[in-house]
């Protein structure tokens, strides 16, 4: 098969640190196809069997593009530009007979592109990697900060889809040792015991809750109650891979400051005083409309000097936990938006620590007003 990977001309240290700079993107270049081009004609995925793990109801729950655009997908992307990629190894126990397949989300279809490797296990295993141009096109030398978000995102909506259909305990490898994949999900078929609660949300969300992922459109004004705001850093700390990120939110009046959890994660507490929000805004591209964001949940860390495999864990990571903690705020009734492109975001130098130790590395908006609510008022 062709070699769809394109690695950053510099290195992923140089290319962080280029896309924190202040330097703008060139103009818009081509961005190729939506979807790589596998191999062989396009299968329909067949029903599932009672035992089965059901990979039509998977695929459509975490993957699948809802309108002929391919932009409306449950899985959040910078720029609606999707350039994550997913192969299939089927093992036994699912509803397409064992193989390796490249999946089309745009047309919900696999395509066979080889025979099953030998120790397959039991289920499926979605090998994540991209597609850069797709990103590139709009985002130039700020996109491998975003590319690595994206695919964080893509993994953290398999995990959910495969525990709302019950499936076995899942394995999600994000450890930023290879760059292709990037990522990695196994998922077992179903194991027949009643359906776990999620270690990183509060409770099993349902399909419809899934199929109703959507980043909301700015502007998400509204300080989220306190319960709720407790409720996502709580989500986002449990998926964010013990001390490699911090997490904290940036809230506005009455008391505007950085907020984080108390160490016995029940309570919240302000550990700096201030309005943040308008330099957020200013850091993440000029995104004037979060000066007004009832509040900014902020994924922080990755140090200067951080080496290749960290940068990309560290990303992988962050768009994972986001997206976990984006399901999370929805329950609650909030509006919520990711962003990912930060500039210049020394979020450590910014409240007196040394310079280049603390980066923010994506972050999520939260209003509890949706923007047409607000337009109406």
Do not use: K
């Not at 300080?223 to 986002?236: E, H, Q």
């Amino acid at each position: 098969m062709e070699d769809h990977r394109e690695d950053p001309p510099t290195g992923l240290v140089a290319a962080l640190a280029r896309a924190r700079s202040p330097e703008r993107p060139g103009p818009d270049t081509p961005a190729g196809t939506a979807v790589r081009p596998w191999p062989g004609p396009p299968c329909r995925i067949p029903e599932a069997g009672p035992a089965d793990l059901d990979l039509r109801a998977l695929l459509r729950l975490s993957l699948t593009a809802s309108d002929t655009s391919g932009r409306l997908r449950p899985t959040p992307s910078a720029g609606a530009l999707h350039p994550v990629d997913t192969e299939l190894a089927v093992g036994t126990g699912c509803s397409l007979p064992p193989g390796r397949y490249g999946y089309d989300p745009l047309r919900h279809r696999v395509h066979l592109v080889g025979p099953p490797v030998d120790g397959t296990p039991p289920g499926v295993t979605a090998a994540l990697s991209v597609t850069a141009q797709r990103t590139v096109s709009h985002y130039g030398h700020r996109a491998w900060p975003l590319l690595l978000l994206d695919t964080g995102h893509a993994a953290a909506a398999l995990l959910l889809a495969a525990r709302v259909l019950g499936a076995g305990q899942s394995d999600v490898q994000i450890d930023g040792r290879t760059d292709d994949p990037l990522a990695v999900v196994r998922i077992p078929p179903p194991d027949g015991r009643s359906r776990r609660r999620p270690a990183e949300t509060e409770d099993p969300p349902t399909p419809a809750d899934l199929l109703a992922r959507r980043s909301t459109p700015p502007p998400l004004p509204g300080l989220p109650p306190r319960d709720a705001l407790r409720a996502v850093l709580a989500t986002a700390e449990r998926a964010g891979d013990g001390g490699l990120l911090r997490w904290c939110a940036a809230v506005g009046p009455p008391r505007p400051g950085l907020m984080e959890l108390t160490p016995e994660g029940t309570t919240l507490r302000h550990y700096a005083s201030g309005e943040a929000r308008p330099t957020l805004a200013a850091w993440a591209a000029n995104q004037a409309w979060l000066a007004d964001a009832g509040a900014v949940l902020l994924a922080h860390g990755c140090p200067t000097d951080a080496d290749t495999a960290h940068i990309r864990r560290a990303h992988l990571r962050a768009g994972f936990a986001v997206h976990l903690a984006h399901v999370t705020a929805l329950r609650h009734g909030l509006a919520a938006r990711p962003v990912g492109s930060w500039q210049q975001a020394d979020l450590g130098a910014a409240l007196g620590a040394a310079p280049g130790r603390d980066w923010i590395v994506h972050a999520l908006a939260l209003g509890t007003r949706h923007a047409d609510e607000e337009n109406l008022t």
